[in-house]
């Protein structure tokens, strides 16, 4: 087995946990406020993964602290829109509307790096635009207000992998990764004992969601996909990664009941069909097609 092949299917094993993780965390909030939540899930997934990665974190520098910090704040707001939303909207419409964030990056790259979008780019946001439609406006023309919210977390994430990707080649990559993931656990902290009503949760069924979401959705997702992606290109990467929707869709069938209308599904494929169109090489796959011909 190649390192390739390893490292893809690390990354599919990451996007399988945070298929689940929407469901976890839906079930979470209906015994947690929100940003109490966060704050357990992050610190205790900041905690973790400081004992794990001692030696990074015993010889951080300045830089990696800063830009650590910065993309935390940047992180967090994603977090805490998804989840607010999520106390409003279903798993898998949740689910959807994040992954939204895969097309929406070529946009803000043009826009923040100038770096203009290839045509596969543009054509992949207006389908995926499109779908989103269909997927969230109802029957009165209203986009739910958990959509709402998750839409805009997706923008988030979409300014999450975009600075990540700028820094992390400046600095120690697991460092930043964790000072990213202890930024939002201590904002979540400071907004749950600023306006919310925090309690210590109890249970098997809350504190099992909890410590899964913490360790391998949080500490072990993020640094696998620190270490992996030295070993696999950006296309597979984005590409395993348009299948976190398509999971968190099957989990919220699986343990939720939850049930997309045709509308819903419809607006799915299509958001998948942006994602995928946007991300794939289709010079070198006719290229590539084209030399196979040739040789038969």
Not at 79 to 107: D, R
Not at 110 to 128: D, N, S, T
Not at 267 to 281: H, K, N, Q
Request: no cysteine; charged share 10%; aromatic share 12%.
């Amino acid at each position: 087995m190649t390192k390739q092949l390893k490292a893809d299917l690390a990354l599919l094993g990451v996007t399988v946990v945070w298929g689940s993780s929407f469901v976890l965390t839906k079930g979470a909030l209906d015994y947690l406020p929100t940003f109490n939540f966060l704050a357990i899930r992050f610190i205790i997934a900041a905690f973790l993964s400081s004992i794990i990665f001692y030696k990074n974190m015993l010889s951080i520098k300045a830089e990696t602290l800063k830009y650590g910090v910065l993309i935390g704040v940047v992180l967090f707001a994603a977090y805490a829109l998804q989840t607010v939303g999520l106390n409003y909207t279903s798993a898998s419409k949740s689910g959807f509307i994040t992954g939204f964030s895969v097309v929406i990056v070529p946009v803000l790259s043009a826009l923040l790096l100038k770096r203009p979008p290839h045509k596969e780019a543009i054509v992949g946001v207006i389908l995926a635009i499109i779908g989103l439609g269909f997927l969230t406006i109802d029957s009165t023309l209203l986009l739910n207000k958990g959509d709402f919210y998750t839409l805009i977390a997706a923008i988030m994430f979409a300014l999450h992998i975009i600075t990540v990707g700028k820094y992390t080649v400046m600095v120690d990559s697991i460092a930043m990764a964790i000072i990213q993931i202890a930024v939002v656990g201590v904002l979540s902290l400071f907004v749950t004992l600023s306006v919310e009503n925090p309690i210590i949760p109890k249970g098997f069924d809350i504190w099992s969601s909890i410590l899964i979401l913490s360790m391998l959705a949080t500490s072990g997702a993020f640094i696998i996909q620190n270490a992996m992606q030295k070993f696999t290109s950006p296309t597979h990467t984005a590409l395993i990664y348009t299948g976190e929707p398509v999971f968190s869709a099957m989990f919220a069938y699986l343990l939720l009941g939850e049930r997309l209308t045709g509308q819903g599904i419809f607006g799915s494929i299509l958001i998948l069909a942006g994602m995928l169109i946007s991300e794939l090489d289709w010079k070198r796959f006719f290229a590539v097609n084209k030399e196979k011909s040739k040789t038969v």
